[in-house]
């Protein structure tokens, strides 16, 4: 039987952290997109120095581009022999978006190899009331998120790297680890996806805050359910970036006309992200259905097939679908000719990034 929680409120999830953080003997290891700068941030900074002074060893990845803090918010932390690594630190040139493009997407919490965190959640106090999905895990796969999280810290700055040797997947009992790097080439996050999806009999559930699939994942989808498989996809009614939400109306009407079920998130905003596959497997991390995340970003996320954990994810998602609203079809085909100008526009924009 599986040691885990799942965790779907931020508020939980960091008091959780903070007291596994509390009681570390050995090391702690914490990567994020987003440090807040923030009572949050200050909460686990501050816990984090406590630690340090007693011998336990400190390293932290944070994205230089999503990240609040800089290097002196930790000076205190570094001065008792904490390590930071800014991830790629960001660069002020006329090439400014394909010189910062690559992020680390990633967010892990790992302790004593005994214990891991990961899923959606980033480390900041704006997104205490985020509806997330993040799991806590307490076996032996704590060492193998140890050694992924320290082979990103050792290629942290630096901008060439064997691609091959950081992405091979890991298989642990009933689960299996696969993570990213920016790569049109490999992208094994999103090829497990659309894997798991064409061998989908009965269902396939999705909920994800920012939903900008390929032409590869919208065949798959539209192909199971040709097959008979429900496929039902829960997104945010508006998500904090309102570009993703203009530039999904291109997929939307489409999809639904293949008998893809949407459903608009409408109570908080919506960030977690997982996938279930007919009662049989399951995905959950960091990584959204998007380009960036797909092809550009840095990710790590956790399959598999525990039947305690698919059945919770199912309850998660069916008590979700409460508090949505249907995608309305005749709503989308009367949106005004300027908003579809728009979306074709962005949409050539995203293709040239």
Do not use: C
């Amino acid at each position: 039987m599986t040691n885990y929680k799942l965790f779907t409120k931020n508020k939980n999830l960091y008091a959780t952290m903070l007291a596994d953080v509390a009681q570390a003997e050995k090391f702690i290891y914490l990567e994020t997109y987003i440090y807040g700068n923030d009572k949050i941030g200050e909460q686990f900074r501050d816990l984090l120095i406590k630690k340090a002074r007693t011998g336990v060893n400190v390293k932290i990845i944070i994205d230089d581009f999503g990240s609040e803090v800089k290097e002196s918010f930790f000076s205190e932390l570094i001065k008792t022999g904490g390590q930071i690594k800014f991830f790629r630190k960001f660069i002020y040139s006329l090439k400014l978006v394909s010189k910062n493009n690559s992020r680390n997407h990633r967010k892990l919490l790992t302790i004593d190899n005994k214990i891991t965190y990961l899923g959606s959640s980033n480390i900041k106090e704006k997104h205490l009331d985020w509806h997330e999905l993040n799991i806590r895990l307490e076996n032996g796969i704590a060492e193998y998120f140890s050694s992924i999280f320290l082979d990103n810290f050792k290629i942290a700055n630096k901008k060439s790297f064997m691609k091959k040797w950081h992405i091979f997947p890991v298989r642990y009992g009933l689960f299996e680890i696969i993570r990213d790097v920016p790569s049109i080439k490999f992208n094994k996050i999103r090829k497990r996806k659309i894997e798991l999806i064409r061998q989908a009999k009965k269902q396939v559930l999705i909920e994800t805050p920012y939903f900008l699939p390929d032409k590869k994942f919208r065949k798959a989808l539209k192909i199971a359910v040709r097959k008979g498989v429900d496929v039902k996809i829960i997104i945010p009614k508006k998500s904090d970036v309102k570009i993703i939400d203009i530039l999904r109306n291109r997929y939307l009407g489409n999809l639904h006309k293949n008998g893809i079920k949407i459903y608009f998130y409408n109570k908080k905003n919506l960030h977690s992200k997982f996938l279930i596959i007919d009662d049989i497997s399951f995905s959950l991390g960091s990584a959204n259905i998007n380009f960036r995340s797909l092809y550009m970003e840095f990710e790590l996320n956790l399959f598999g097939w525990d039947k305690q954990i698919i059945q919770e994810l199912e309850n998660i998602f069916k008590n979700d679908l409460m508090s949505t609203e249907k995608f309305d079809y005749k709503k989308y085909l009367s949106r005004s000719r300027i908003q579809k100008i728009i979306e074709k526009i962005l949409a050539k924009v995203r293709e040239n990034l």
